[in-house]
C-alpha cells in the first residue's frame, strides 16, 4: 500500500499459452476491484487473446473489460519497450501475475533473461522479493517444464498451473474460468465472490 492510501500497482502480464478467457475475466475482477494494473500483453498473448476470445486490440480489451473502469486504473506498456516503469525495480508495485503464463515465458523468467517487458518485470519482482503468480498451460509437462516450475518455486514464485476443479459441478465454460480466477484472486489478496468456499 502506497503512503497516500492507494494500492501500488498490480503488474499484469498476458503471454501465449492457452487459457486467454482467464486474462480477460482476471481483468475484469481486477478492474472492478479497483486496482491499479500496469498490464503488459506479449505478441502472442495477443494472438492467443485473438484466437480464444476474438480480442484482437488494447482497444478491443478495453471494450471487454469495461472502459471507463478500465481508464481508471488500467497502463497499459508494450511488451518490447525493456525500459518501461516495471522494468526498474525502484517503480514500486504490489507484485506481478502471468497470466496465462507460456512454457516459453516460464523458462525464460526461471533462467533470468529479461529479453522483454515482461521477462524483465518478472526479474525485478523476483530480486524485489515481491509476490509473483504464474499460471501455466501446458500437458504433458517435459522434465524442463518442471525443472522451471521447481527453480521458480525456489525463488520464491507461486506456480499455479490453470487447472480448475470440478468439485464444484462446473456447468459452463465460464464457472470454470471462474474456479481458476477465484483461487489466483485468493492469492493475489483481492476479494473475490465468483466462486463459494468449499465448506466439506
Ligand atoms: C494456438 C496456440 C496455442 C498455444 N498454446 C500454448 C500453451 O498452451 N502453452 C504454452 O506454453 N505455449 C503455447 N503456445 C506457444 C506459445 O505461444 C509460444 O511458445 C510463444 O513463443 C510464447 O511467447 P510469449 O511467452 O512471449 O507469449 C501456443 C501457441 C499457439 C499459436
Redesign the pocket.
Known amino acids: 500500500m502506497h503512503e497516500t492510501g492507494v494500492p501500488e500497482p498490480l503488474v499484469m502480464a498476458i503471454?501465449?499459452?492457452?487459457?486467454a478467457p482467464y486474462a480477460v475475466r482476471l481483468l475484469q475482477a481486477l478492474v472492478a476491484a479497483d486496482r491499479p494494473i500496469w498490464l503488459i500483453v506479449?505478441?502472442?498473448?495477443f494472438?492467443?487473446l485473438h484466437?480464444e476470445t476474438g480480442i484482437h486490440s488494447i482497444d478491443a480489451l478495453r471494450e471487454a473489460v469495461g472502459g471507463p473502469a478500465w481508464d481508471r486504473v488500467v497502463t497499459v506498456y508494450e511488451d518490447r519497450d525493456r525500459g518501461a516503469a516495471p522494468a526498474s525495480g525502484s517503480a514500486r508495485t504490489s507484485g506481478m501475475v502471468i497470466c496465462?503464463c507460456?512454457?516459453?515465458?516460464l523458462a525464460a523468467v526461471a533462467a533470468g533473461t529479461s529479453r522483454?517487458l515482461?521477462e524483465r518485470a518478472a526479474d525485478v519482482t523476483l530480486k524485489e522479493r515481491r509476490p509473483l503468480l504464474l499460471v501455466?498451460?501446458?500437458t504433458p509437462l517435459s522434465m524442463i517444464h518442471l525443472e522451471n516450475m521447481l527453480r521458480l518455486t525456489r525463488a520464491g514464485a507461486v506456480v499455479m498451473p490453470a487447472a480448475p476443479g470440478f468439485y464444484h459441478k462446473p456447468a459452463t465454460v465460464d464457472a470454470l474460468v471462474d474456479f481458476m480466477v477465484a483461487r489466483i484472486l485468493d492469492h493475489l489478496g483481492v476479494p473475490q465472490t465468483l466462486v463459494a468456499r468449499w465448506r466439506g
Open positions: 503471454t501465449g499459452a492457452s487459457g506479449s505478441s502472442h498473448g494472438r492467443l484466437t496465462p507460456s512454457m516459453g515465458t522483454s515482461v501455466p498451460r501446458e
